[in-house]
C-alpha cells in the first residue's frame, strides 16, 4: 500500500507559479507510474499529467501543456507539478496518484488508486 501527501498549494496571482508536491511512503515508489489531477467545485476530476515509473516517459492534458511540467525523485519517494502561467481557472484541489499499470495516457481517475488528500490552488484574477 501507497500513503500519498500533497503539498505546496495556496494563493497566488495570474501569471505566477506553484509548485507542487506529492511525497509517497513505502519503499516501492519507484515502480509506479504517477499522475496529477484537480477538481474544482462542481467539476470532475481533471487528468493533468502523468509520468512513467523512470520519468523517461510523460503525458499532459492539452489545458496544461506548456504550462506545467511533472517529474519525480525516486530517491526521495516525491512527485511534482511545476505549474507557471496560472489561470484563474486553475483554481481546484489537486491530487497526485498511482497508476494502477495502465498506460500513462489514460486520464481516467478510475484508472488510479491510493490518492492523496489534495492540496488547494487558488489564482487570483
Known amino acids: 500500500q501507497v500513503q500519498l501527501v500533497e503539498s505546496g498549494g495556496g494563493l497566488v496571482q495570474t501569471g505566477g507559479s506553484l509548485r507542487l508536491s506529492c511525497a509517497a511512503s513505502?519503499?516501492?515508489?519507484?515502480?509506479?507510474?504517477m499522475g496529477w489531477f484537480r477538481q474544482a467545485p462542481g467539476k470532475e476530476r481533471e487528468f493533468l499529467a502523468s509520468?512513467?515509473?523512470?520519468?523517461?516517459?510523460?503525458y499532459y492534458a492539452d489545458s496544461v501543456k506548456g504550462r506545467f511540467t511533472i517529474s519525480r525523485e525516486n530517491s526521495k519517494n516525491t512527485l511534482y507539478l511545476q505549474m507557471n502561467n496560472l489561470k484563474p481557472d486553475d483554481t481546484a484541489v489537486y491530487y497526485c496518484?498511482?497508476?494502477?499499470?495502465?498506460?500513462?495516457?489514460?486520464?481516467?481517475?478510475?484508472?488510479?488508486?491510493?490518492w492523496g488528500q489534495g492540496t488547494q490552488v487558488t489564482v487570483s484574477s
Open positions: 513505502g519503499r516501492t515508489f519507484s515502480l509506479y507510474a
Open positions: 509520468i512513467n515509473w523512470n520519468a523517461d516517459n510523460t
Open positions: 496518484a498511482v497508476n494502477n499499470g495502465i498506460s500513462i495516457k489514460t486520464q481516467s481517475p478510475g484508472d488510479y488508486t491510493y
